[in-house]
């Protein structure tokens, strides 16, 4: 009964291949986000979709798509790996604003580690 | 434009002091900031919201927006406590955003 569940959980593949992570949630949430938490453990916004609309495209390579076939939905394809997109990459999910001014905090997946050699 | 800094990279104690990990922000309205926690190898957990006023394992945090903070303090550390603690800010009114600090490693030592 897993709130955001990703996979898989680690992704190891070569410089040049596509790869997806997949994630799913099942809090009945509107808004799902990817971030990229780098080797230094910094955390960046990506993509942010709110019922299937994109709404959040951060600076973010256009390798990168984002694809929400529903809004329990938020599936990442990367396209052309390179040695720099090796990270541990989050998907997270929130609660609709029904009133402006208040966010009820994210939900997070458990994080895919990608490496790529 | 929006910036959240968490000044310290690593905050190492001894178990039973107490611990305050600073967090300042740059924004000219009016924020949401939340405390976010990430155990080893876990997945990110919303540890405090300001607009809640609560505390959760012991940790609080005040948001002052004179000096425009929202350090997390616990009087006693303890071993548990270590894990990443990330500090972040959303702006009233937009998509729910989250802009994240670069994070503070507090390591508890027996």
């Known amino acids: 009964d897993t709130a955001v569940s990703q996979t898989p959980k680690y992704l190891v593949t070569q410089m040049g291949n596509d790869k997806s992570i997949k994630c799913e949630q099942n809090?009945?949430?509107?808004?799902m986000y990817w971030y990229k938490q780098d080797s230094k453990k910094f955390l960046k916004i990506m993509f942010s979709?709110?019922?299937?609309?994109?709404?959040i495209n951060e600076t973010v390579p256009n390798r990168f798509s984002p694809k929400s076939p529903d809004k329990a939905h938020l599936n990442l394809h990367i396209n052309s790996l390179e040695l720099g997109d090796s990270a541990v990459y989050f998907c997270?999910?929130?609660?609709?604003?029904?009133?402006?001014?208040?966010?009820?905090?994210?939900?997070f997946g458990s994080g895919t580690r990608l490496t790529v050699v | 434009a929006q910036r959240v800094t968490q000044p310290e990279k690593l905050l190492s104690v001894f178990k039973g002091a107490p611990v305050e990990l600073k967090c300042n922000y740059s924004?000219?309205?009016?924020?949401?900031l939340f405390w976010y926690v990430q155990y080893s190898r876990q997945r990110l957990q919303l540890l405090l919201r300001?607009?809640s006023r609560e505390s959760i394992k012991g940790f609080t945090a005040d948001l002052n927006k004179g000096e425009t903070s929202f350090h997390l303090k616990k009087p006693f550390a303890q071993e548990e406590d270590s894990a990443m603690y990330y500090c972040?800010?959303?702006?009233?009114?937009?998509?729910?955003?989250?802009?994240f600090g670069q994070g503070t490693t507090l390591q508890v030592k027996p």
């Open positions: 997270a999910s929130s609660q609709e604003r029904l009133n402006p001014g208040l966010n009820y905090g994210y939900t």
């Open positions: 809090l009945g949430h509107d808004t």
């Open positions: 979709y709110n019922n299937k609309e994109l709404i």
């Open positions: 924004y000219s309205g009016s924020p949401e």
């Open positions: 300001h607009i």
């Open positions: 972040a800010l959303t702006a009233s009114g937009n998509t729910g955003k989250l802009i």
